[in-house]
Every structure is written in structure tokens, then in C-alpha cells.
């Protein structure tokens, strides 16, 4: 089992682009959320998708957005990208229960 | 919202010493709590979670709901012990995590 795979693992975009994140949960977890953890910081809640949908958000814009496909599959998308948004985006799987969360080993976004 | 505080960014401790990571978290009703290990050049892993009640690698944690705390405990730490610990809590499908503390461990 290869746990939670995301790609690309590195990325340089340029500001007012649009970017799209990947994520492939571990097998048997249904449950994905998305995490962006800046340097020197803990991951920050972006948002959950269970079922296709978005169950819960943090306290992200809009221009942050998702989908989740019927594999259980997951892409975070990122719109109109500022500097600010440089930093390594964490996929996490689960199931809806008491267990914690599997990571994967992110995705390193850079806005130039 | 829920919150999650760990007060200590860096924590140092020598080989066979005891050693405690703080964490509080606020939130009025019963999260569960969650303590996870990152290891250097490695991903974010569970450590242990409060309701298992389990020990992990000599790693204990313990439920204080009067102190709204959940601090991890180990009472003779390692060198291997050495990593970035993230403190979390989970309320409602929603997954929150501490700033980390980075843990050394010297010989």
C-alpha cells in the first residue's frame, strides 16, 4: 500500500496564475482533506471532502477550491496565485471515525 | 473555533532525561485529541490519539478536560525521539493542529 501519494511534489508558478494540486488517498479511506502548512508553521485547515463534496472549510478564500472524484480521489485548486500562497500543501486521508489522518508528503508550491 | 496551542516552538533535553510537550486546546466541548510526529525528511505521522489511551514509542498523553490540556510525555528521551511534534484536535470533521514543537534530543 503506497499510503497517500500527491503530485507534483514541487511546483513554481507565477503570481496570477492557477494551479492544481493531486492527491490519491490510501486505500480504503474515503475522506480527504487539504492542508497548507507555511514555513515554520502547523498545517492550517483548507478544507474536507467526503462523498464528492465539501463537508468542511476553513478560513480560506474562495480562490481555494476542490473536488473530490468517485475513486475518492481529490485536487485542491488554487486561483489568481499571490506570493503568499507559497508553501507545502498537505493531503490527508481518513475514514469518518475516530482514527487520525494519513499524510501524504505534500506538494511544495513556490509563487514567483 | 477550536484552537490549539503548544507554548514551546523549541524544546531541548539531554539523552534519558525526562521530557514534556505542552498542549492546550479550547474548545467547549469534548474533541478528540491527537498527537503527530514528523521525523526529519519524513511525513507527518500519527503518533497516538487520546482515546486509545495507548503508549507510543515511551510516549504518554494525557486528557486534562479541567485544563483543557493534552500534554505528551516520554520519561526517558532518546536521540531518535528527535522530531517536530504537532499537537491536534478534531471537532466535528474538522482536523486542527498546534504551530509544532521541535524536539532535540542531545547525546
Known amino acids: 500500500d503506497a499510503g497517500v501519494t500527491q503530485s507534483p511534489t514541487h511546483l513554481i508558478k507565477t503570481r496570477g496564475q492557477q494551479v492544481t494540486l493531486r492527491c490519491s488517498p490510501k486505500?480504503?479511506?474515503?475522506?480527504v482533506s487539504w492542508y497548507q502548512q507555511a514555513l515554520g508553521q502547523g498545517p492550517q485547515f483548507i478544507f474536507q471532502?467526503?462523498?464528492?463534496?465539501?463537508?468542511q472549510r476553513g478560513n480560506f478564500p474562495d480562490r481555494f477550491s476542490g473536488h473530490q472524484f468517485p475513486n475518492y480521489s481529490s485536487e485542491l485548486n488554487v486561483n489568481a496565485l499571490l506570493l503568499g500562497d507559497s508553501a507545502l500543501y498537505l493531503c490527508?486521508?481518513?475514514?469518518?471515525?475516530?482514527?487520525?489522518?494519513?499524510f501524504g508528503s505534500g506538494t511544495r508550491l513556490t509563487v514567483v | 473555533a477550536q484552537r490549539v496551542t503548544q507554548p514551546e516552538k523549541l524544546l531541548s533535553v539531554f539523552k534519558g532525561a525526562p521530557v514534556e510537550l505542552k498542549c492546550n486546546y479550547s474548545?467547549?466541548?469534548?474533541?478528540?485529541l491527537f498527537w503527530y510526529v514528523q521525523y526529519s525528511r519524513q511525513r507527518l505521522q500519527l503518533l497516538l490519539r487520546?482515546?486509545s489511551r495507548e503508549s507510543i514509542k515511551g510516549f504518554t498523553a494525557d486528557l486534562n478536560k479541567g485544563e483543557t490540556s493534552f500534554h505528551l510525555k516520554k520519561p526517558f528521551a532518546q536521540e531518535e525521539d528527535s522530531a517536530m511534534y504537532y499537537c491536534?484536535?478534531?471537532?466535528?470533521?474538522?482536523?486542527?493542529f498546534g504551530a509544532g514543537t521541535r524536539l532535540t534530543v542531545k547525546p
Open positions: 474548545y467547549s466541548g469534548s474533541p478528540e
Open positions: 486505500s480504503g479511506h474515503d475522506t
Open positions: 490527508a486521508s481518513s475514514l469518518p471515525s475516530i482514527y487520525g489522518y494519513t
Open positions: 487520546h482515546i
Open positions: 491536534a484536535s478534531r471537532w466535528n470533521n474538522d482536523m486542527r
Open positions: 471532502y467526503y462523498e464528492e463534496e465539501e463537508r
